[in-house]
């Protein structure tokens, strides 16, 4: 049984960082892709960022060069380090994993390429 926990959000001034985590278990595949959706009330959830299990990653034009996707295989955690933040990046969070898989193409910003889900994680930026 897989299971996704993220934590980490919560509420910030425009220009601060946050760090969401997702702790994954009951995950044995090799090869596969993990990546960082949001939904915004009222919008469709987006792909915001992907990593592969070999490390390779992959952004939305939005946030790069301010969020970071990064994974720490020992601990089976998924982090997302948030910086620059901007009231636009209000939203619920929800951590996402498929496998056997790779975030290749455009398939990673597609929300029903992912099998599993977390329950998700509120980040409010405020001007």
């Known amino acids: 049984q897989v299971r996704l926990v993220e934590s980490g959000g919560g509420s910030v001034q425009a220009g601060g960082s946050l760090r969401l985590s997702c702790a994954a278990s009951?995950?044995?595949?090799?090869?596969?892709?993990m990546g960082w959706f949001r939904q915004a009330p009222g919008k469709e959830r987006e792909g915001v960022a992907a990593i592969d299990s070999d490390g390779s990653t992959n952004y939305a034009d939005s946030v790069k060069g301010r969020f970071t996707i990064s994974q720490d295989n020992a601990k089976n955690i998924l982090y997302l380090q948030m910086n620059s933040l901007k009231p636009e990046d209000t939203a619920m969070y929800y951590c996402a994993a498929v496998g056997p898989w790779r975030c290749g193409g455009a398939t990673w910003r597609d929300r029903r390429t992912f099998g599993y889900w977390g329950q998700g994680t509120q980040v409010t930026v405020s001007s």
């Open positions: 009951g995950y044995g595949y090799s090869s596969y892709c």
